[in-house]
């Protein structure tokens, strides 16, 4: 025993957010420690050496005098870096094969879903209408992902190997075999122009909030067999200025969008999105986090720290991801 207390501070909603399931995860997988569940545990602050958070309020974080390691418990982490008073100690965010093969999944669901027109053959069904359009293949459609990293990386491969042409976009050059790789800003225009469908798997920072608004849109390629490019936003919200895509979907600046997170979440029941046409809309689950995996994950972590070992998947603060 004695062992560093873990802080566990869960603020979600959801079902996999649950925070007395985070509770019996950690329980089990930190069985030597102290796991806290707060608000509410009765605890001294010193004895804290961890804290696993998903989405804290700000402040939460800062009463604990000998914190060595914050664990977020997703891979996103801007609902932290707007906490000015965030201890000075490593930030470790998630990337692990089980988040990044669910997001995988999403991405392949939906580019398929705007490529094989989806949306117009459940149309069809719903007016039970025989009317087939052609069907052209993979190879005549180019995706752009934007953010190349661990997830859009992933992403990006299974697209490939699917027989989509496919391009990606990052802040630092990459060469990924297959992919087209553009980076930094003067690369944005030339990579933007050859996409039919643009997936957005970036993070939420200074430098990338609102990135996704009407003069973007309007440099996508126009000329594919989908007739206008589509938008698929699994990354953040805060990623997108939501007045410009309803209004480029309702003048045909886009042809559709799958959209995942949204500016206010859950999503208010007035917003255009819901019942939009050309809108395909789910409840920011894209990739769930699951309880079992990261808790392990984070053990993981700490028994290595504990050992000697480097921590990894620490989060730059400079670059706020
Ligand atoms: P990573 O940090 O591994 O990758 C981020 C990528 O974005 C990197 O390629 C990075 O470039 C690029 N990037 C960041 N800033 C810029 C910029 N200014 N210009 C160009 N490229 C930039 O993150 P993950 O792939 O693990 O996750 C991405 C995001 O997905 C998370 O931050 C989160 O918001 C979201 N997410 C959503 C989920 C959902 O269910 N909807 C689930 C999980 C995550 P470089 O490689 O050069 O650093
Ligand atoms: C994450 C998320 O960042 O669930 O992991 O959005």
């Known amino acids: 025993m004695n062992k560093g207390a873990l802080a566990l501070l869960v603020h979600g909603g959801a079902e996999n957010w649950s925070p007395q399931r985070w509770k019996e995860r950690f329980d ?3 069985a030597d420690r102290r796991v806290l569940l707060l608000p509410g545990a009765s605890f001294d602050p010193a004895e804290v050496q961890y804290a696993a958070v998903w989405k804290p309020h700000p402040g939460e974080l800062a009463g604990f ?4 390691v914050i664990f977020n418990l997703g891979a996103g982490v801007d609902a ?6 965030l201890p000075d100690v490593p930030l470790v965010r998630v990337a692990v094969t089980d988040l990044t093969a669910r997001m995988t999944e999403y ?3 939906h580019v398929l879903m705007h490529h094989r027109q989806e949306l117009y053959l459940r149309e069809c069904q719903r007016a039970k209408r025989w009317a087939p359009k052609s069907q052209w293949a993979a190879g005549a459609i180019s995706v752009g992902v934007m953010g190349l990293g661990t997830l859009g990386a992933d992403a990006a491969d299974a697209l490939k190997r699917l027989g989509f042409r496919v391009a990606g976009w990052s802040r630092s050059e990459k060469n990924i075999a297959g992919v087209d790789c553009f980076h930094g800003d003067e690369q944005l225009d030339p ?6 469908i643009l997936v957005c798997l970036l993070p939420l920072t200074q430098q990338t909030r609102h990135i996704l608004d009407r003069a973007l849109f309007a440099k996508l390629n126009r000329d594919s067999p989908l007739g206008a490019p589509v938008l698929i936003n699994a990354g953040r919200g805060g990623l997108q200025n939501e007045a410009d895509i309803l209004q480029c979907l309702d003048d045909g600046t886009l042809g559709g969008a799958s ?3 949204y500016a206010t979440e859950p999503l208010p029941p007035e917003s255009r999105f819901w019942t939009h046409p050309k809108v395909v809309l789910t ?5 769930d986090t699951d309880p079992d995996e990261i808790s392990k994950y984070v053990a993981r972590q700490i028994e290595r720290f504990e050992t000697g070992g480097g921590l990894e998947n620490i989060v730059d603060r400079g670059r706020g991801y």
Request: one cysteine or more; proline letters at 7%; charged letters at 25%.
């Open 107 to 109: 991405v392949v669901l």
């Open 65 to 68: 005098p000998n914190l060595r």
């Open 80 to 85: 932290l870096m707007v906490d000015r008073s």
């Open 191 to 196: 990579f933007l122009r050859q996409t039919d």
């Open 28 to 30: 089990e997988v930190c």
């Open 259 to 261: 959209l995942d997170v």
């Open 283 to 287: 409840p920011h689950n894209a990739a």
